[in-house]
C-alpha cells in the first residue's frame, strides 16, 4: 500500500470575498470551509494544512478536535506556501501527495479517487480537468473574437504528485513564480496525466460561490409524520405541547402524556427511519414514568444532528373538543422552538375538533398528529 499524504493549502487572505475574516474559515452551512476540505481527506494517511501569517487561532477555532497535525505557516505566495507544507511532511516521506486548495469543501471522494488511481498506476503527476461548457470570447481592439473551447479545460485541485519528486521540484524552482503546481511540475518535467474532475468541485471565492456551495450542500430534504392519543383521567391539567394547560380532566400515560409532543417526537424519528418513541424510551421503563416529554423530542432531535441533519420545520395539528387550544398556541409554538433550537417560524401549532365524532368527539381523550421536514447533509 502506498502511504499518501493531503497538502491542504489555506494561507490565502481571500480578500476577494470581502468577508469578516479569510474565506476558509467562513462558516459554510455551519461548518467552517476549511474544516470541510479536512474532513474530505480524514481517510488517507496524513493530512497537513499551511496556513496564513496570524491565522493560528483561526484555524484551531476551526480544526478543533480533528485528528491532524498542527498547521504549518506559509509563505508570502501560494507556490512558497506549498513548498512549506511539502517540508513539513518530508519526514513523513509518503509515496505520493495530494495538494488542494482550501476553498474546495466539496470535493468528492471520487474525483481524489482519479487522482489516486492515475499515481498508483505510475503518472508521475495527476489532475482532475474538466472540458469547458461555456462559449469563450476574448475582448480586443476589434471587438469580441470568438476563441475555440476546443482542447481548452479547466484544472482543479487535488494535484496529485510523487512526493520526492514535487518536493526537489519546489526546491529547484523555489524562486520562480508560477500559478499552481502543475505549472511548477512541468518546469521540473514532471509527465501530468488528467483525470475526470468535477462540476461540483468548484472553487468557493463569493458570497455568490458561499450561497451556491450551501445549496449543494443542502442536501437530501425528508418529511414523516406522526401520531399519538392518549386517554382522558381524573386530573387538573394537561401538558400539550410543552405547556402546562389547566383542565377538569388530565392525561393517562406513563410519562406527562403529552400527546403533542410525542407525535413531533415520532415525526422527527421517522424522518431519520430511527424507529419510534416507544423503542427509545419504552414504556416499561421506570425511567420515563412521569417523565418531561421534551426530553423525547430533544433526544429525537439530537440524532438528527448526529446525521448531520437540521429540522427545517415542524407542524403540530392537535385534535379535541376540550381544553381549548388557541389560547395557549403562541406559547406551544414558542415552546417547541425553544426545545429544538429552531426560528419561531418553522414552527407551527393548529388545532381542531372532530364535530363531536369518534373518541376524540365523545372527550375519551385527544389525538395529535404531526409532520417534520428535516434536510440531511450530503457530507
Ligand atoms: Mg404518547
Known sequence: MSRIAVLIVAAGTGARAAMDKPKQYESLAGIPMLRRSVQAFLGWDVVQVVIGPGQEGLAAAALDGLDIPAPVPGGATRQESVRLGLEALA??????????????????????????????????????????????????????????????????????????????????FAGHAVTDDMALAELAGIAIEAVQGDERNFKVTTKEDF????????????????YDAHRFTEGDHVWLCGVKIPHDQGLLGHSDADAGLHALTDAILGCIAAGDIGQHFPPSDERWRGASSDKFLRHAADLVAARGGIIAHCDVTLICERPKIGPHRDAMRARIAEILALDLDRVSVKATTTEGMGYTGRREGLAAQAIATIRLDVK
Not at 137 to 161: C, I, K, M
Not at 211 to 226: H, S
Open 91 to 172: 519526514d513523513f516521506a509518503p509515496d505520493f501527495v495530494l495538494i488542494h486548495d482550501a476553498a474546495r469543501p466539496l470535493v468528492s471522494d471520487a474525483v481524489t479517487g482519479n487522482v489516486v488511481t492515475a499515481l498508483e498506476h505510475g503518472a508521475p503527476g495527476a489532475l482532475p480537468m474538466l472540458a469547458l461548457a461555456d462559449t469563450l470570447r476574448r475582448r480586443d481592439d476589434s471587438g469580441w473574437t470568438l476563441v475555440p473551447r476546443e482542447g481548452l479545460y479547466r484544472a482543479q485541485t487535488p494535484q496529485g504528485f510523487a512526493f520526492a519528486a514535487i518536493l526537489a521540484a519546489h526546491r529547484q
Open 211 to 226: 450561497g451556491m456551495a450551501a445549496a449543494l450542500l443542502a442536501g437530501e430534504t425528508r418529511t414523516a409524520m406522526g
